[in-house]
């Protein structure tokens, strides 16, 4: 009795989507509709390319969170973005070289970019309570 022996077939890669954010969950377009995000010519992944109802929708959960928002404590609106920082902190050399891949740069810009991030977020979070 023979065996068949399956053939290594190179498939085609599946593409990550990304979903829109909005309300506090991940929701696809209302459209439908996904865009690629290339790197140096590369698809790494695809993104839902957001409606004008999408972009009306956005806006008004951003409207209807700021009251929540604002009776936040200052301290709790602080430790919020402290860790935030902390958390991009965490994943720094993977965002490192994200950054890196997306821009498609070899001269070490993408750590201060990610840097960058961090320290703004640590200022502000020392600045939430001192106004």
């Given at each position: 009795m023979l065996h068949?022996?399956?053939?290594?077939?190179?498939?085609?890669?599946?593409?990550?989507?990304?979903?829109?954010?909005?309300?506090?969950?991940?929701?696809?377009?209302?459209?439908?509709?996904?865009?690629?995000?290339?790197?140096?010519g590369e698809i790494v992944a695809n993104y839902a390319r957001a409606s004008r109802k999408d972009f009306r929708d956005a806006?008004?959960?951003?409207?209807?969170?700021?009251?929540?928002?604002?009776?936040?404590?200052?301290?709790?609106?602080?430790?919020?973005l402290y860790r935030a920082a902390e958390m991009l902190e965490m994943r720094?050399?993977?965002?490192?070289?994200?950054?890196?891949?997306?821009e498609n740069e070899r001269n070490g810009k993408s750590s201060s970019e990610v840097r960058l991030a961090i320290e703004r977020l640590v200022h502000y979070a020392g600045w939430t309570d001192k106004f």
């Amino acid at each position: 009795m023979l065996h068949a022996v399956a053939k290594k077939v190179a498939r085609l890669p599946v593409q990550k989507t990304y979903k829109l954010f909005v309300g506090g969950k991940f929701i696809r377009s209302e459209s439908g509709r996904v865009a690629p995000a290339k790197s140096a010519g590369e698809i790494v992944a695809n993104y839902a390319r957001a409606s004008r109802k999408d972009f009306r929708d956005a806006v008004g959960a951003a409207r209807g969170a700021v009251a929540g928002w604002s009776k936040q404590s200052a301290y709790l609106r602080g430790q919020i973005l402290y860790r935030a920082a902390e958390m991009l902190e965490m994943r720094r050399v993977e965002l490192e070289a994200e950054v890196a891949r997306t821009e498609n740069e070899r001269n070490g810009k993408s750590s201060s970019e990610v840097r960058l991030a961090i320290e703004r977020l640590v200022h502000y979070a020392g600045w939430t309570d001192k106004f």
